[in-house]
């Protein structure tokens, strides 16, 4: 059985420096194997993929892979036997399955990525154009809120407010 109670932090460095290394050394190996294999499992997908997805874990032969949402998920089934074979030829003979999971939080972490390669590559198509509209299309907007319910009436209207409001600075952007 585990020795599951707590211990104290001295005895965990102090065990670091003993020929069996300790608990600390095996956890800081196993990020490092996990690390390793984020690397290859990145080199085989698609580009698209990299910010959005990640090793969590492979245990019993089982990879287990996070994506941001579902739409990244479907994708990357969508690469899951490519992915499957390649690794099994390249690094992991003993790769069974690969389970794919959501975490919502990477999707922060992918697009400060996105975000930031954007930045660096000084790339002017990089950058989200601005949309516009039209006043055309705010008066359609308009036309259409009289004839609709209370409540999208009101969410058109105000739509159709921000008709003129492309030439300056939203509070959106500041």
Known sequence: MRDSRPQLLDSLFDDAHTEDKGPLYNVQQRAVALLKLNRA??????????????????????????????????RLRYEQPALLSALRAQILPSLSSIDIRINPALMAKGNNLVQNA??????????????????????????LASRSPEKLRKILERLASLAGEGANATSRDK
């Open 41 to 74: 499992v990145k080199g085989v997908l698609p580009v698209q993929l990299h910010p959005w997805c990640r090793v969590a874990n492979f245990r019993q032969g089982i990879l287990v892979l996070e994506t941001a949402n579902a739409s990244w998920m479907m």
């Open 118 to 143: 954007a930045k660096t590559t000084g790339n002017p198509q990089a950058k989200v154009p601005m949309r516009h509209l039209s006043q055309e299309s705010a008066e359609e907007l308009r036309e």
